[in-house]
RNA sequence: GGUCUCUUGGCCGAGUGGUUAGGUACCGGUCUGCAAAACCGUUGACUCCAGUUCGAAUCUGGAAGAGACCUCCA
């Protein structure tokens, strides 16, 4: 049993075949994942943390079997466009505004609040956190090379990709199953719109408006890069022409990965992705969360339950764990219950692992744990299956306690595999870290009360002349570590 | 309206054409001075209709419902 021997029999079901299909790197041992990151211009929510969450899993899995895995995510610290009132105008620069403040600290700002809500939630860091903004200049070369190639035309200082004869020439919606010629049926009066020659076409550089604050030079207007190439851009540089996985929320699909495959096919000659995944949405309630909605809860405030719709707080651990208890291609619906009851079965986990030292060898076994260790591996292996994975946790659990009780025995081997095994899939693979310093807090703040409650005691044995319990209590305590002084004000205690 | 996805027991959620998912809740029992934990057991499901099949929650067709994207948000 050697985690490496499942390398290459991994499936991942692929957006763009629509099937699973076999994980089959294209440099043997080594696999290429870019995920669409944070648009960092507002608090980090729940949104954000599904799709960190499930391509995490998927870099540990990937790393745990042996594969030497390169993890780019990006940081979108140049906005996107804004459709609606304000013409052209970019969010960032809109909040920035609003709170008169440079764009870029708005930015940092934000891009550190989401690391501190990855840390919490025990999300690895990528290898690579290129941010749109330190990659202008690679933006603006693969702008030109579309241009050069014929695909794009500049229009009043912008430029747009031409989706209407990249339809001839390649085909366009292979990935998200639209038809162009529906789409242009649909496509609504927008910003821009009168300089494209097709509704469909979508801007690769903006020229940024008097009031637009981010802005940078380029051979054609001082503006800003289109809402898709930045990805594009940044995936051509660190991963290749062609990679293996390309990851982000379905919310994406189209128009944002639709274009990038526009963009990468024109630009370097071929769709440069191999497999596409794609993670589900987030509901609260039944219903999808949104601003305007107001059930728009922050990964903060599940943390520490202040939001109106929480009945109390969530540990990261448990947001973790509830999100893993969904296959990332389900949606997974928020409630307090569901929390609730993910919150407990998570507990039971977490306790079977602390038992695991106590576990005595018996002389046979009555469990098989080679077959459990195998089990854990085939749902990881069938496109990363985490509920399944947890299911066979709580099945160790249950032997876990059983031996405990000495309803069951395994030997000594058993014993080392399970204990390593539970370990490596609950804190390696499904990244769920013990709460130290939550328990940290938690055990002084009882602590506290035990000493006020053992001091009371010790006062009453006092007022009713017991000398023999409180110069017991006294004594013991301080065979313990604990000094007990008494004062005018009544006993002290320290350390 | 278009494209796509989904519909499993009170709640959350896996899944294979025939065999217990699992968690949580509830109920009964063991254990315990009481309680908790743990363990054992019971109850409870596959949206509806039709078809294929010896047999379908699992395949096919249809209906209903929900959600996502097309429009700010992952």
């Known amino acids: ?24 790197p294209i440099v043997p041992d080594h696999v ?22 499930t391509f995490d899993l998927v870099f540990r899995y990937l790393t745990h079997i042996g594969y030497k895995v390169r993890y780019v995510r990006n940081i979108t610290d140049v906005g996107h466009l804004e459709h609606d009132a304000d013409e052209g105008e970019d969010k960032i620069a809109k909040k920035a505004r609003l709170e008169q403040l440079e764009p870029m600290e708005v930015a940092q700002y934000y891009m550190d609040s989401y690391h501190k809500a990855m840390d919490a939630l025990n999300v690895k860091n990528p290898s690579i956190e290129p941010r749109a903004s330190g990659h202008i200049i690679e933006q603006i070369e693969m702008v030109q090379k579309i241009l050069d190639k014929g695909f794009a035309y500049v229009s009043d200082g912008s430029v747009y990709f031409d989706v209407e004869k990249f339809d001839k020439t390649f085909g366009y919606g292979k990935l998200s199953g639209r038809v162009l010629s529906e789409l242009i049926a649909n496509t609504r009066e927008l910003d821009g719109q ?37 990805c594009t851009a ?72 202040s939001h109106k719709m929480l009945t109390q707080a969530y540990s990261p651990m448990t947001i973790r764990f509830f999100v893993l208890q969904a296959h990332y291609r389900g949606t997974v619906d928020f409630s307090n219950e ?30 098989d744990i080679n077959a459990w260790v195998e089990r854990c591996y085939e749902a990881m292996n069938d496109d990363f299956n985490s509920p399944k994975v947890i299911a066979e946790l709580f099945e160790a659990s249950r032997i876990i306690n059983a031996v405990k009780d000495g309803h069951a025995t395994l030997t000594a081997e058993d014993v080392e595999t399970l204990k390593h095994y539970y370990r490596v899939f609950f804190f390696d693979i499904l990244g769920m870290k013990p709460e130290t310093a939550n328990v940290a807090d938690k055990y002084s703040e009882a602590m506290n009360k035990v000493m006020d409650l053992v001091l009371s005691i010790r006062q009453d044995a006092k007022a009713n002349k017991n000398w023999a319990i409180s ?17 005018k004000d009544g006993a002290e205690w320290s350390l």
């Open 234 to 305: 940044m995936s051509t540089k660190y991963l290749g022409e062609q990679f293996d996985i390309h990851g982000g929320g379905m919310d994406l699909l189209f128009p944002h990965h639709e274009s990038e495959v526009c963009q990468s096919t024109v630009a370097n000659g071929k769709s440069s992705v191999r497999y596409w995944m794609h993670n589900n949405m987030i509901t609260i309630n039944g219903q999808k969360m949104g601003k305007s909605l107001g059930n728009f809860i922050t990964l903060n405030e599940f943390f520490t339950g």
């Open 1 to 24: 049993m050697n985690p490496t021997d499942n390398k290459g029999k991994v499936l991942l079901f692929n957006t763009l075949s629509k099937r699973k299909e076999l994980l089959s």
């Open 194 to 230: 009168s300089e494209k020659r097709n509704p469909a076409d979508f801007a690769l550089w903006k020229k940024a408006a008097p009031e637009h604050i981010m802005r940078w030079n380029s051979p054609w207007s001082v503006g800003f890069p289109g809402w898709h190439i930045e």
């Open 471 to 487: 110069d017991k209590i006294r004594d013991e305590l301080n065979a313990a570590g604990i000094t007990v002084k008494d004062t």
């Open 32 to 53: 290429g994942l870019y995920v669409c990151g944070p648009t960092v211009y507002g608090e980090p929510h729940l949104g954000h943390a599904r799709p960190a969450v």
């Open 338 to 367: 569901a929390l609730i009851s993910a919150e407990k079965g998570m507990e039971k986990l977490y306790a079977a692992e602390r038992h695991l030292d106590k576990l005595k060898a018996g002389a046979q076994s009555t469990e």
